[in-house]
């Protein structure tokens, strides 16, 4: 329970509670001000002018016309009280008022609030009771003249029990309603909080089970699309990245272990029998140790180039680029190294839109793609760099060559790192190179699929087609 009342939705459903309360608190003075307290002051209004019409009719008629105008208002069945009283001998002289409030004596000439006793009558008129009573009244002094020794005392009022019955029942029920949506509120308050708390909880089960190494747990999702199934859906997506690069780790560990302890052995091996040699002996030794160097230091840039931009490092700031320019750059580029390597090298393109991305990288790509072309076209003689829109505002960059292709078979896998499909390894290669594009792809949200290329020569069927098919820039 202490932990449900510690819960952030507690806290803001409490806040939201009391903030209700408070603007029913104003609405509720609101009315009560239009209604109870015009109808006070329309209460003071009328006591101030039955005063003043007989202030006139003193001053014009004398006490004789207000002691019988007093007396004749005392036998109407209304809510109106009156009391004359003659000073100083203090003789009741007209009224429906058995006794002077004790109030009326502090607040001579102010209106005051007291309790007086009305008798209680049947039907057939007989006195039955007496019944306690508010009013609200104004006591004033009148003189037939300022230094006159002779005064009466005019006691005017109003019967408000009715009003504020009607008052003291309207606030019990704002009361007792503001009491009920506050214990609602803290009840909803709990249960809404419960029901995160439980959500939260196995968000909190599955951080604890990840972080003691189980990264094939995954937040369970309820599929309403509120928002912490969107936060779900994005841990669920942070730790599906995460088990990638573990075990691209992993893989890269057993891959350098197995690939790279050959060339080490074999240039520790070389060394020790120069050592041994001649002069000429050691010369050799030392320019294949070079070589072989150079071979190990592409091979460990190659992995620092995808790890940086998998982690978004190397990716740079990303710009409008235009897909058909890098195309035919790097067509104009390699155009000389595939006539050497007897291959025509064509390239088509459409207008195409600009796409998000980083004009380093997507070089980069393509010529990795004709890199590979030239290397693996054996027995081939075109290859073909296509550019194109997408329906949906993209753009589809391919490079297709006529060469003996890859198998279906072996297409799931040539994106893997140090994953070289020729048995021989007789071409030179650490295997990084498609692992290097599938990063940049990731990189700018493109997707790379391998298709059939160009019909081969010999018309038996067909070479590779490498697809990267970029997002709307827009």
């Known amino acids: 329970m202490l932990r449900l009342l510690r819960t952030t939705s507690f806290r803001f459903t409490v806040i939201y509670v009391v903030l209700f309360a408070g603007a029913v608190a104003l609405l509720g003075a609101y009315l009560y001000n239009a209604t109870f307290g015009e109808a006070a002051k329309q209460t003071d209004n009328v006591i101030d002018s039955e005063i003043g019409v007989l202030a006139d009719l003193f001053s014009t008629s004398g006490p004789g016309m207000l002691t019988r105008v007093i007396r004749q208002r005392t036998a109407w069945s209304d809510d109106a009280i009156y009391m004359l009283i003659g000073a100083p001998s203090g003789a009741v002289l007209a009224g429906n ?7 009326a004596l502090t607040a001579e000439g102010d209106f005051f609030n007291f309790k007086f006793e009305k008798p209680q009558v049947d039907a057939a008129g007989r006195e039955v009771g007496v019944q306690q009573r508010e009013a609200r009244g104004k006591m004033m002094r009148f003189r037939a003249a300022p230094d006159a020794e002779q005064s009466y005392l005019v006691v005017v009022a109003r019967d408000v029990a009715s009003r504020e019955f009607l008052r003291q ?4 029920v704002v009361t007792r309603a503001a009491l009920v949506t506050i214990a609602f509120g803290v ?6 909080s419960r029901s995160l708390l439980r959500r939260v909880e196995v968000v909190n089960r599955t951080a604890r089970a990840v972080r003691g190494g189980d990264l094939t747990r995954r937040i369970p999702t309820t599929g309403g699309g509120d928002e912490l199934d969107d936060l779900g859906e ?8 995460i088990e990638r690069l573990m ?4 893989d890269v560990s057993d891959n350098i272990a197995h690939d790279l302890r050959s060339p080490l052995t074999r240039m520790r091996n070389r060394l020790g029998d120069a050592l041994k040699g001649g002069a000429e002996a050691k010369d050799a030794a030392l320019r294949a140790t070079i070589d072989d160097s150079e071979k190990l230091l592409a091979t460990f840039n ?4 995808i790890a940086r931009i998998q ?10 680029i235009d897909i058909v320019a890098i195309a035919e750059e790097m067509a104009e580029l390699y155009e000389p190294a595939a006539q050497d390597a007897g291959f025509d090298l064509m390239l088509s393109t459409a207008p195409t839109p600009t796409v998000n991305g980083s004009r380093e990288l997507v070089s980069q790509a393509v010529a990795n793609f004709l890199d590979n072309a030239l290397k693996y076209a054996e027995g081939g003689t075109r290859i073909e760099v296509t550019v194109a829109p997408t329906r949906a505002g993209g753009a589809i960059l391919s490079v297709a060559d006529d060469g003996p292709g890859v198998a279906s078979s072996d297409r799931a896998r040539i994106f893997e790192r140090f994953v070289r499909l020729e048995a021989s390894r007789s071409t030179q290669g650490s295997g990084l190179g498609l692992s290097l594009v599938s990063a940049i792809a990731r990189a700018h949200g493109a997707k790379i699929a391998l298709k059939d290329g160009l019909k081969r020569p010999q018309g038996d069927g067909y070479g590779l087609r490498v697809e990267m098919t970029f997002p709307s820039g827009a």
């Open 97 to 103: 008022l058995t006794a002077l409030p004790p109030e």
């Open 169 to 172: 029942r309207s606030q019990n």
């Open 187 to 192: 009840v909803i308050g709990l249960i809404f």
């Open 234 to 241: 994005n841990l669920n997506a942070m730790l599906d990245q």
């Open 247 to 250: 075990a691209g780790m992993r």
């Open 302 to 305: 190659a992995l620092l180039s």
């Open 311 to 320: 982690s978004g490092e190397g990716a740079g700031v990303f710009a409008p």
